[in-house]
């Protein structure tokens, strides 16, 4: 409302604040059991908003998807050739519904992809490729900054690539656990995570250590119970299926956090472990690296240990970031964390190794790319562009935009993916998924690349032998 002329203005909210009216607005103090009492309220709201994307038997379930979006976005396909082709063909799934739309679960889509690849036109593609012989991409989305859409990036990479056919492996790796909420898992303690995978690499290197403290007469370290139970664990053991017939899950809780503190400590006990190989070594030892085509790893906001696994595990590193000046300068210092912390274990390693007569390590990624997540057109392209200029080549060319799909779905704790497009109009559908499919566009490409690069330097290795 405008204020009329000669009015005096109002004070600002806060001016004149009686001290004593704030102190009558207080609560008594606050005691440690209080937290405990707020957290039991917040679990509880956390699991009834959590089921909101689940059907009323406590199951989450993917939806059906229809004739109209396996001919648009899944199968290259004329809709009226796929009901050819189902005429022809009773064998293969022919869905459910009544006339020309029908509506088929994922399991029925790659059936129906798997034939098309086998009987179909010859110049389409209808399988994404994935070299033989050669190991799955394992890609890391990171950040230490919070709220930059880590989480939402990397679900939505599982979904986009399980939807485009590829088997595909998500790790948790944040004790906040929103991921393995996406996923419709169930978590009951660190037993579940990826801890004991840590425990059993350091119990592993325990072991070695102690068959050459014993040649030498000395006495062995001891194994205590945690890390014996570890030696115990598979890390297949750890997987869990999802409500996505070809994403797999391991996942995350709580007490995840406590690895952070439990590394450290078997690292001062045992320096030469390599704690940053201890997940890399549990995928590569479990076959993981074959059976999955894609691993996908969600980090915490915090270059912990957790992080240093992931980053040293991934073929590629994503770092998703908002368009501000924050969050640019987050990002930048973050990568400047990365290059402290690797460059200083790689100094570390090689002046043993140098004096050992070995050849030296060094990390190494195929790809880094830096995406900007939650843009608005209307009012940040100015600073993404600095952004871009100033990141260069490890910048994504797509901008992934805010929708206000993006927040429904995030409402009932679902992808995009996930979403019922009846429960929008077409075109506002196919607008909020442009978002997340422009994005793994961008991602699948690095991936091929990367692939086929690979591919290349097998092929010259086994000439040049």
């Not at 501000?324 to 002046?351: K, Q, V």
């Amino acid at each position: 409302m405008a204020q009329k002329p000669g009015a005096k203005a109002a004070l600002p909210p806060y001016f004149n604040v009686s001290p004593e009216d704030a102190a009558a607005k207080l609560a008594a103090p606050i005691d440690t059991a209080r937290f405990a009492k707020a957290a039991s309220f917040a679990m509880r709201g956390r699991d009834d908003l959590a089921r909101r994307g689940y059907a009323p038997d406590g199951a989450k379930r993917l939806r059906k998807f229809s004739t109209w979006e396996v001919c648009r976005f899944l199968i290259p396909v004329d809709p009226g050739h796929l009901r050819r082709v189902l005429r022809q063909n009773p064998q293969l799934p022919q869905g459910e519904g009544e006339g020309g739309s029908k509506w088929f679960t994922l399991e029925e889509v790659l059936r129906l992809r798997e034939h098309f690849a086998e009987e179909g036109a010859q110049n389409r593609q209808y399988k994404s490729w994935r070299p033989e012989g050669l190991p799955a991409k394992v890609v890391a989305v990171a950040n230490f900054k919070g709220g930059v859409g880590k989480t939402s990036t990397c679900a939505h990479l599982a979904m986009s690539a399980a939807l485009d056919g590829y088997k595909v492996l998500v790790i948790d790796l944040d004790s906040q656990g929103s991921m393995t909420s996406i996923m419709g898992g169930k978590v009951e303690d660190e037993w579940q995570t990826v801890f004991p995978l840590l425990a059993r690499d350091y119990a592993q290197s325990l072991q070695k250590e102690n068959e050459v403290r014993e040649a030498e007469g000395q006495p062995p370290f001891a194994l205590d119970e945690t890390l014996r139970e570890a030696l115990e664990v598979s890390p297949r053991n750890l997987v869990q299926k999802t409500h996505w017939p070809n994403i797999d899950l391991i996942g995350a809780q709580l007490n995840l956090y406590w690895a952070e503190f439990q590394v450290p400590v078997w690292r001062m006990q045992m320096r030469g472990w390599a704690l940053w190989d201890a997940l890399s070594n549990a995928l590569d030892e479990s076959g993981m690296l074959d059976e999955y085509d894609i691993i996908l790893l969600d980090t915490p906001p915090a270059l912990g240990y957790l992080t240093i696994n992931a980053l040293a595990a991934a073929d590629i590193l994503l770092v998703p970031l908002g368009a501000s000046f924050l969050e640019f300068d987050s990002t930048g210092r973050f990568f400047d964390m990365i290059y402290s912390t690797f460059a200083s274990i790689e100094e570390g390693e090689n002046r043993q190794r140098r004096a050992d007569g070995l050849p030296e390590m060094r990390f190494e990624w195929d790809a880094v790319r830096a995406l900007v997540t939650r843009f608005d057109a209307a009012q940040q392209t100015d600073l993404a562009n600095v952004i871009q200029a100033y990141f260069g080549d490890f910048m994504t060319t797509y901008r992934q935009e805010v929708t206000a799909m993006v927040g429904q779905a995030g409402e009932q704790v679902s992808g995009i993916y996930e979403t019922d497009y009846r429960e929008f109009n077409r075109d506002t559908y196919v607008r909020g998924r442009e978002t997340f499919d422009r994005t793994w566009a961008e991602v699948k490409e690095v991936i091929l690349g990367t692939w086929w690069r690979d591919q290349q330097m097998a092929k010259a290795e086994q000439e040049g032998q």
